[in-house]
């Protein structure tokens, strides 16, 4: 099975910071990432797939990055609806696999 | 766009079985495949296994397979997952899950099943 580690686990920004959320996959996935956003008793919302690929009607404001084993998301410019947890998933090979998520407080 | 009712919280005894159901509506079923999904509290979703609507065809996750049965009705345009000798480490909110290929687009509202004695 393909192993997503993503880094932090968690992080506290401001209204306005940019962060970045990190996942690295244990073996090269080309561009098969997937960027979700679930927030507190809701059900997992595609942000961005095949690593880069904003999914319609998402925030200019997240985009994400990388090929092979290292990916990024980015938030530019975070806004107080983005506090949620953010799991990225790889779709190169099954089982499909999550990373363990990143817990954005704001 | 196809929507997802799943059925209701389930409380069972180690050992039991469960079974949840999740209706889908909207769209034309057999153009669709179907995810089934877990999350335990605090964790990340993990994927438990595929069907086709079209011809019923399943793959599971290794981890799961020989203990989970996922199958299709076509006339109540309904799918089922089926979890048996269960253990207090099943306990989870499972999800069924349909879109892109190993991309879920669409999810039901999710299924409580707790396993305790």
Redesign the interface.
């Known amino acids: 099975?393909i192993q997503m580690t993503q880094s932090p686990s968690s992080l506290s920004a401001s209204v306005g910071d940019r962060i970045t959320i990190t996942c690295r996959a244990s073996q090269s996935i080309g561009t098969?990432l997937?960027w979700?956003q679930q927030k507190p008793g809701k059900?997992?919302k595609?942000l961005v797939?095949a690593a880069s690929t904003s999914q319609s009607g998402v925030p200019a404001r997240f985009s994400g990055s990388g090929s092979g084993t290292d990916f990024t998301l980015t938030i530019s410019s975070l806004q107080p609806e983005d506090s949620a947890s953010y799991?990225c998933?790889q779709?190169y090979s099954?089982?499909?696999?999550?990373?363990?998520?990143t817990q954005v407080e704001i | 766009q196809i929507q997802l009712v799943q059925s209701g919280p389930e409380v069972k005894r180690p050992g039991a079985s469960v079974k949840v159901s999740c209706k889908a509506s909207g769209d034309i079923f057999t153009n669709y495949g179907f995810n089934w999904l877990r999350q335990a509290p605090g964790q990340g979703p993990e994927w438990m296994g595929w069907i086709s609507a079209y011809n019923g065809n399943t793959r599971y996750s290794q981890k799961y397979q020989g203990r989970v049965t996922m199958t299709t009705d076509t006339s109540t345009t309904t799918v089922y997952l089926d979890v048996r000798s269960l253990r207090s480490d099943d306990t989870a909110i499972y999800y069924c899950s349909s879109g892109r290929t190993a991309i879920f687009d669409h999810w039901g509202q999710g299924t409580l099943v707790t396993v305790s004695s």
Request: glycine share 10%; no cysteine.
């Open positions: 099975d098969y997937n979700y059900v997992p595609v797939y799991y998933q779709s099954t089982p499909w696999t999550f990373g363990q998520g």
